[in-house]
């Protein structure tokens, strides 16, 4: 447990600690305000990701991006990060063992951060964070409370690629976010 963001960075940037080290161009640490109150955790960087080091920067981010524009959402104010910090070959999903080598780091985060709401994006997002017993299909849209945080989980963006009512379930979930981060702003 790192207590400042330099070193935390810095022991990523390092990492040897499973087999996507071997095929990293650039670590994908995370990015946002380091003090939000919305954290996002994706899945794993993509080809764009490893390319610029940056999270959610390729197609998946767009949509993204263009989701939080719809619903007035500032991409500088929250906390972007994913489960694993370097590129599964091919965009595969991250194998068991390599999402719980990196987890740490993400705890990390999110011990850093203390956001009060966690989106979850997609199936190993929710998995990796609150437990393999959880399906997307049913748990999306839906606040779960855990240890005072508040877990959205919905679809992981590249999903919607594909799927135009994803989108819309996408953004009714982040419209639940943005209710419930503004009733949390109203309280300070
Ligand atoms: N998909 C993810 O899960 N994370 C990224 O950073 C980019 C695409
Ligand atoms: Fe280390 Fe995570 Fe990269 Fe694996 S994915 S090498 S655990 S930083």
Request: with cysteine; glycine share 8%.
């Amino acid at each position: 447990m790192k207590d400042n963001w330099e070193e935390l960075e810095n022991s990523i940037k390092s990492c040897k600690k499973c087999k996507l080290c071997t095929t990293r161009t650039n670590i994908v640490f995370g990015c946002g305000n380091k003090n939000a109150d919305i954290m996002m955790i994706g899945e794993g960087p993509g080809a764009d990701e490893d390319r610029e080091g940056i999270p959610f920067v390729g197609k998946a981010g767009k949509l993204m991006n263009n989701a939080f524009e719809g619903l007035k959402i500032n991409r500088d104010e929250i906390y972007i990060a994913n489960i694993v910090k370097c590129r599964p070959p091919q965009n595969r999903v991250p194998e068991e063992d390599e999402a719980r080598a990196c987890l740490d780091y993400l705890r990390n985060q999110v011990i850093l951060v203390k956001p009060k709401i966690i989106v979850l994006l997609g199936s190993t997002a929710l998995k990796n964070i609150l437990g393999k017993e959880y399906g997307i299909t049913s748990a999306r849209g839906k606040w779960i409370e855990k240890k005072g945080i508040l877990y959205m989980p919905t679809w992981h963006p590249a999903a919607l690629l594909r799927d135009e009512n994803k989108k819309i379930e996408f953004w009714k979930d982040l419209k639940l976010v943005i209710e419930k981060y503004d009733e949390i702003k109203e309280l300070k």
